[in-house]
């Protein structure tokens, strides 16, 4: 365990087996020379250590008979987990110069062979070293492995943070790199060491993740600075790993975020600037600080999950900036709406991707209950409805299936002037939908109804029933909104798009041959 701010308090006990180095802000004066950081942290806590209690009983049957009756009494004292501070030995200002790389790693050795390497929580290594010196680190690496250390931090760029990120921010400046970079051993990425590790750092190293890497289970910090790696180990890395983004300070350049299926993530908290996120996987709860500049949010669930039930229940209302918000579900059951007084304040255009699915031809999702979102968000004024009726019966509707429902009273909306509903295929319930909000929407200047399949992220033309879907329900989608629809509307703001189904490529090749 690291030494934390309890032992600040205690009596120091000398421990010879840790050493520090002060590190410096430039490489510049001497490509090989430097001052370097190797710092090793032992358990604070005797009593911490599994075998305490056996090592203590043979150091004592190892003792002469008096030196043992002596030790007696402190032995309840070490039990109890006397606090130990770790020793630094540090090299006074008046003693700085430049160390070579032969002279670290001489002392790094010398260190390590004194070390047991029992019981270390915390080793970093940093110093400017290249892949030349792969026999020397691989030996570090391997005692941080054997030694089980649960934070690690490997920086070979021989500069401290502050000065390095300077560096990388100036325009005019170029890096000269005369080394290739140390590549880092397999064996810190396998499954026997990774589950011990907690905090992982690393900074001017190469990184090749092997054919079977599982992520590290129980990680908690992780940091890549100026790496070599591929875009593919870059996903793979971090995907199999990340359970949870938090960005707690302004970034101000940071404009916009893109988070694209990490199966592992289970929460996402922004208190930064960024205007755009893009997230797809499954439902993690977003936490969005009240001054949050965002003001477009696109997210895509992979898993069955009622959109409007998300809205209601799990995403954040209020986002002061908040202007458009697209959501991509696949829905199986119906939406039970919770009564309460929730209002979308902010939202000005909201776009719906529902794919309503049914199982063995029967469909238990109810397009009408999206009516309820006029009442949740009083200032939209653009509603998009992309529809996609999936593995169910098609139902186009007709006068002797009863009469349609009215959900009532209706909700008067001040502000909706545009709306669009795709996937339309005239099932009796998208008919009273769209007759709800034809109804409700005062301020209403258009609604465009198309039957055909608008549904993003590829998901309706994946399907190898697609073009059944265009020959059946494109014709009556058409029929049913333009009798149903578009007679009781009395302002001429409904517009019914006709659309001819694509020829199969057999068929286009016929009326091609046909042609010639």
């Not at 350049?253 to 996120?277: A, F, W, Y």
């Not at 003001?295 to 209601?312: D, E």
């Not at 002037?417 to 339309?424: D, L, N, P, Q």
Request: contains cysteine; glycine residues 4%; proline residues 6%.
């Amino acid at each position: 365990m690291a030494c934390d701010a309890r032992a600040a308090h205690e009596q120091t006990v000398p421990n010879p087996e840790i050493f520090w180095w002060p590190q410096a802000s430039s490489m510049a004066r001497a490509p090989m020379l430097g001052f370097g950081i190797l710092t090793v942290y032992k358990f604070s806590f005797f009593s911490e250590i599994p075998e305490a209690a056996d090592i203590l009983a043979k150091i004592l049957s190892q003792l002469p008979i008096n030196d043992a009756i002596r030790t007696s009494p402190h032995q309840s004292y070490l039990n109890k987990g006397t606090m130990r501070k770790p020793y630094v030995k540090t090299l006074t200002p008046h003693r700085w110069r430049w160390l070579r790389d032969y002279e670290f790693i001489t002392r790094v050795d010398a260190v390590l062979r004194q070390h047991s390497g029992m019981g270390v929580q915390r080793m970093e290594i940093k110093f400017r070293l290249h892949s030349k010196h792969a026999d020397h680190i691989d030996r570090w690496v391997n005692f941080a492995i054997a030694s089980k250390t649960k934070e690690l931090v490997v920086d070979l760029s021989g500069q401290d943070k502050g000065s390095f990120f300077t560096d990388l921010t100036h325009s005019n400046c170029i890096r000269i790199i005369k080394e290739p970079p140390y590549n880092l051993p397999p064996q810190l990425l396998g499954l026997n060491y990774g589950s011990y590790l907690r905090c992982l750092e690393l900074t001017t190293v190469s990184l090749q993740l092997p054919a079977d890497f599982k992520g590290f289970l129980n990680l908690k910090i992780l940091s890549l600075v100026d790496m070599s790696i591929t875009d593919e180990d870059v996903q793979h890395f971090i995907f199999e790993m990340v359970t949870s983004i938090r960005m707690l300070h302004p970034l101000d350049r940071l404009k916009h975020l893109v988070v694209d299926i990490c199966p592992n993530l289970q929460e996402i908290e922004l208190n930064c600037s960024p205007t755009t996120l893009k997230y797809s996987g499954t439902m993690v709860p977003l936490i969005f600080a009240s001054t949050s500049r965002l003001t477009n949010i696109s997210i895509v669930f992979i898993n069955y999950q009622s959109a409007l039930s998300y809205i209601i229940t799990g995403f954040p209302s209020t986002l002061p900036r908040l202007e458009t918000l697209t959501l991509h579900c696949g829905e199986r059951e119906r939406t039970i709406v919770p009564e309460g007084p929730f209002k979308f304040t902010y939202l000005r255009n909201l776009r719906l991707e529902l794919a309503l699915c049914g199982h063995g031809n029967i469909r238990k999702t109810d397009a009408l209950d999206y009516a309820y979102i006029l009442k949740i968000a009083p200032f939209m004024e653009t509603l998009e409805l992309s529809m996609w009726m999936l593995n169910c019966r098609h139902q186009p509707y007709r006068e002797e299936d009863g009469e349609l429902r009215i959900v009532g009273p209706p909700h008067q909306h001040a502000h909706l002037k545009r709306v669009r509903i795709s996937g339309f295929f005239g099932h009796k319930d998208q008919v009273e939908l769209a007759l709800h909000i034809l109804r409700s929407s005062m301020a209403l200047e258009q609604m465009v109804i198309t039957p055909k399949l608008e549904i993003g992220n590829d998901l309706a033309f994946s399907d190898p029933c697609a073009d059944e879907y265009e020959k059946k329900h494109y014709v009556n989608g058409h029929r049913v909104a333009t009798e149903f629809v578009c007679k009781p509307d009395h302002r001429n703001v409904v517009t019914v798009e006709r659309v001819v189904p694509e020829p199969a490529d057999g068929e286009v090749e016929r009326k091609r041959r046909r042609a010639n």
